[in-house]
């Protein structure tokens, strides 16, 4: 059984605003509703090589190899960093257009999954979180946590899906503003090369 517990957790985890969450908005924002769908499922897939591992118990190989963890912090800071600087780079530059002509969804996808692929921590807060909502005389511990992943992932979704919505709500306000969609853009820019150097300086 499903412990309230453990969906009051997921859901304010989820709701915390981290780079998928500033991604789905900023996309939902300059590219629209659909694009936004496309960047909240490319963020939860990025979820499934961390939750995999942390089930099958990789994570706690990552989380002795000290060689690994930073080899993919590093990847995951440089990503980030690209993502600032396109950003910024497009910023004043970018036409809001009819998102079904102009998109293309795969690589949004891609980018979010990209986001939290390359993020080691995740991996380790999956190893630390799950657990804990696991009964001490579970039968089956494996399926458990399967359970308690899919509902995480399903929550993620249905969040960012709702981000995502929220952000193109207000699109209209700012689709005939070339300097709001400029100071934006360079707003966002500036919150994944934050979150990079977050990333970086962070420890174990």
């Known amino acids: 059984m499903i412990s309230v517990e453990f969906l009051i957790m997921t859901l304010v985890v989820v709701l915390i605003p981290g780079t998928g969450v500033i991604y789905t908005i900023s996309t939902g924002l300059f590219q629209g509703a659909r694009a936004s769908m496309f960047a909240a499922l490319g963020c939860t ?5 961390s939750l995999s591992a942390s089930i099958l118990g990789l994570a706690a190989i990552l989380h002795a190899s000290a060689i690994g963890f930073q080899i993919i912090k590093l990847a995951g800071v440089l990503y980030l960093l690209y993502l600032a600087w396109s950003t910024w780079k497009a910023a004043g530059a970018l036409v809001l257009k009819d998102e079904k002509n102009t998109i ?9 999954f990209l986001i939290n692929i390359l993020n080691p921590k995740l991996t380790l807060f999956f190893l630390a979180f799950l657990p804990q909502f696991v009964p001490a005389q579970a039968e089956t511990p494996l399926v458990n946590m399967l359970v308690l992943g899919a509902i995480f992932m399903a929550m993620t979704l249905f969040i960012f899906i709702l ?12 689709i005939n503003s070339p300097k709001i969609t400029k100071y934006m853009q360079r707003a966002f820019a500036v919150s994944f090369a934050m979150l990079g150097a977050k990333l970086a300086l962070s420890e174990r």
Request: no cysteine; net charge positive.
């Open 163 to 174: 981000y995502g919505l929220l952000a193109n709500s207000i699109r209209a306000y700012i």
């Open 45 to 49: 897939a990025g979820i499934v090589p």
């Open 104 to 112: 293309d969804m795969l690589r949004i996808s891609l980018k979010g």
